[in-house]
Nanobody, 123 residues
Framework: QVQLAESGGGLVQAGDSLRLSCVAS????????MGWFRQAPGKEREFVAA????????YIADAVKDRFIFSTDKSKNTVYLQMNKLQPADTAVYYC????????????????WGQGTQVTVSS
């Protein structure tokens, strides 16, 4: 099995930055893509960003691509989400997820979820 552990959330003010981390452990060969999702209060979970493990191809949602930067450290089985110019609308629980294809990821068809980390942006 795969385990995912997120960290880095917190309470910030609008315009601030945060960096989230997600470390994968266990049977890491079981997934080929890993990334981030978020769920705002009262809304459905949505895809944010992901990268394939083999070629490092990145996918980033249009809503955040101008402010968020996704990166990976394959040696550490870790993915990061650098979030800049945060807005109150970015307030959500951010989840790490792993799957076997980008198509599945974007449809939230994820094999393993992390426990989530809260990001709160005050105005």
């Amino acid at each position: 099995q795969v385990q995912l552990a997120e960290s880095g959330g917190g309470l910030v003010q609008a315009g601030d930055s945060l960096r989230l981390s997600c470390v994968a452990s266990g049977q890491t060969s079981a997934f080929s893509i890993m990334g981030w999702f978020r769920q705002a209060p009262g809304k459905e979970r949505e895809f944010v960003a992901a990268s394939t493990r083999s070629l490092g191809i990145q996918y980033i949602a249009d809503a955040v691509k101008d402010r968020f930067i996704f990166s990976t450290d394959k040696s550490k089985n870790t993915v990061y989400l650098q979030m800049n110019k945060l807005q109150p609308a970015d307030t959500a629980v951010y989840y790490c997820g792993s799957s076997t294809s980008v198509g599945r990821m974007k449809n939230l068809d994820v094999d393993t979820w992390g426990q989530g980390t809260q990001v709160t942006v005050s105005s």
